[in-house]
């Protein structure tokens, strides 16, 4: 029997877990599953990704610089794909027009709420940066109803332009923009969602924003502790987690829309942290 080809497409890919992560999914679950990583050109994901599909491929995971690129070039979009203005899941509906989907909201939500039983509701909770990664998972925070969400940001206009956007999704959750340096008394929850822990750099925020209890979620994931979670340890806090769980969560996401099966997570995370 020939198994379902499967893809991750980005620019570079060669570093990406993804087909590690589906590879013990299908073990897993014994669904017929082949998946591989496509480089694809800067200038032709599209043609990429329609040849992908031409020669029988089910589905693909998008990943930087193209999760724009692919929810503009999808025929139809899911409400979370939509409301995060990217896409990380494409596949072919009965009709066979390109479905764009979005699992990092998702993804991040099961892996605070399940994996690290960690309370959204009615928290207060601090998210730095205000790219395509944070507007990736507001929409699914927000969903659980948190009591207050405040994005900070270097460049304040981008975080205001984010909570214009969402407002309409935020019912009772008080949303508001700041400055990196404003934010000072302590949050129950903050998530890290720039990339300045891949560069060993930490956004100025002050150590007020950190109380005991505060849980701390870095987007980002590393063998090591990463620069911001270590940040976070010395100013106090005693529960700080990396975004190794969401990316594994994400694709969980991706494999139950793509098979109708939804693999157990937390052995794949476990062999990804031993491996």
Known sequence: MTNDLYAVVGNPVSHSKSPRIHSLFASETGESVEYIAIQAPLDDFAGTVKHFFERGGKGLNVTVPFKEDAWKLADRR??????????????????????????DGCGIVRDLVFNHAVALKDARILVLGAGGAVRG???PIMAKHPASVTLANRTVGKAEALVD??????????????????????????????????????????????????????MMYSLQTTTFNQWALEQGAQYVFDGLGMLVEQAAESFRIWRGVSPATSPVIEELRND
């Open 165 to 218: 956007l969402f407002k309409p999704l935020a019912g009772a959750t008080r949303l508001s923009a700041c400055g990196f340096e404003q934010p000072s008394e302590p949050f129950d929850v903050i998530i890290n969602g720039t990339s300045a822990s891949l560069q060993g750099d930490l956004p100025p925020i002050s150590p007020g924003v950190i109380a005991e209890k505060t849980v701390v979620y870095d």
């Open 137 to 139: 998972v507001l929409g």
């Open 78 to 103: 899911t409400e979370r794909a939509e409301s995060a203005g990217a896409a990380n899941t494409l596949y072919l509906d009965d009709h066979g027009a390109l479905v764009a989907d979005n699992t």
